[in-house]
């Protein structure tokens, strides 16, 4: 792909590019924690966005989407938010501008193989490759970490989704073969090896495009911080759903929405639950471990409402089967994925289960990968 996405940008901007890929992420437990001061536990992967790009001493930049066959171009001088691939782009300049990071006018091409809504987190992979390709031609100086909270911004203000901190920093941080727990309050990070050599990370795609997801996203968020506000009236020194324990919650049951309530207990849960299943996975239990992962799917499903029939219909099947230890849906919810931890050896017997039994249900095949942990964005 790498080798394809350069020759396109020979062939449309007549010119030698610098060559940057950007990865997709996974995340193993931690879901909706991020932007509650929790802890998450994601890893890059192998699949991928790749950038070709070069400067043009102009003040206009062209972007060239492979997949979309598509080419945009704006002005640096009019950086405004548009709808489509291009906002991305457009979000991650206008941080660099809004930070004071002169940005000269580049043509670019963008290949890749993340599907699309599908919970990996293409559109941290966008601004993230896009980020650090900057500062590599720039010379800003940026850390990892600075470029993970521009695009974060980035995606605040343009695309308008108010999410955490996971996916931009998964996208910069990956280390091959390694995961990553993230405190997201304090964003100091450990990484440790996903030493499982018999199962595999497999990734079942419902194919439902999870349209609903930024703008239910941002309700999820708000309904965690009307939780945070009736229990601050007791508990002033509570900072964020990270401090407060189901007692505190207990307390305001009457106050709050039901619905509030159900977010709120999901989230006090889930950050526990990571805790304990770094523990499991630092001792090499993977079973216990998928255990967590049925219950965070659960919770996900019944309490967060950020799943779907399909999905559930995805999790019921791997729990069916004894070479799974453990599944669960992936990243926002609304669609995409379920990620699921499967004995190596029975990798292409679960697929073809799951393909069947799929494609009875709902008439369609889903998409199934295999995936590998990989290393954060890389500058080639
Ligand atoms: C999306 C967001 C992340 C995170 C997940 C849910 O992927 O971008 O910040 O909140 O959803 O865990």
């Known amino acids: 792909m790498i080798q394809q996405t ?95 990071h002169t940005v000269t006018g580049f043509d670019c091409v963008l290949a890749g193989d993340i599907p699309i809504g599908a919970g990996m987190s293409s559109s941290a992979a966008v601004e993230g490759g896009l980020v650090a390709a900057l500062d590599h031609i720039f010379q800003y100086g940026l ?17 308008g989704v108010k999410c955490g901190i996971m996916d931009q920093f998964a ?79 207990n307390e305001v049951r009457d106050q709050v929405a039901e619905k509030v309530y159900d977010r709120c207990a999901y989230v006090i849960s889930e950050i526990r639950r990571v805790q304990d299943a770094t523990i499991f996975l630092k001792q090499g ?15 996900l499903s019944k309490l967060y409402e950020v799943s779907c029939a399909e999905l559930d219909f995805l999790v019921s099947l791997a729990k069916e089967r004894e070479e799974v230890a453990g599944a669960r849906v992936m990243g926002g919810g609304f669609g995409g994925c379920t990620i699921n931890l499967v004995k190596q050896d029975k990798v292409a017997a679960y697929t073809s289960y799951i393909e069947s039994a799929y494609k009875a249900q709902y008439g369609q095949l889903p998409e199934i990968y295999v995936t590998t942990i990989e290393n954060g964005v890389e500058i080639i």
């Open 143 to 159: 850390t990892r970490m600075e470029m993970a909270l521009l695009g974060q911004r980035a995606e605040h203000t343009f695309p």
């Open 285 to 299: 239990d993977i079973r216990q471990f998928g255990q967590l992962m049925y219950a965070t799917h659960e919770g």
């Open 171 to 249: 996208n910069l941080h990956g280390k091959k073969d390694q995961v990553m727990l993230l405190d997201c309050r304090s964003l100091e990070f450990e990484y440790f090896p996903f030493n499982f050599p018999d199962y595999k990370i497999v990734l079942c795609n419902s194919m439902v495009n999870h349209s609903l997801a930024s703008s239910e996203y941002n309700v999820r968020r708000q309904q965690c911080e009307e939780g945070v506000k009736a229990i601050q009236v007791n508990h002033p020194a509570v900072k964020s759903l990270r401090d407060a324990d189901m007692n505190m919650l």
């Open 6 to 100: 350069r020759e396109k940008f020979i062939k449309i901007f007549g010119k030698e590019p610098l060559i940057v890929v950007s990865p997709g992420r996974i995340n193993l437990i931690g879901e909706h924690t991020d932007y509650n001061d929790g802890f998450v536990l994601p890893a890059a992967i192998d699949k991928k966005i790749v950038y070709a790009i070069a400067l043009n001493n102009t003040r206009q930049c062209h972007a060239h989407a492979v997949a979309a066959d598509e080419t945009l171009s704006f002005s640096l001088d009019e950086v405004k938010p548009s709808p489509g691939w291009i906002n991305y782009l457009l979000g991650v300049v206008n941080q660099l501008q809004e930070g004071g």
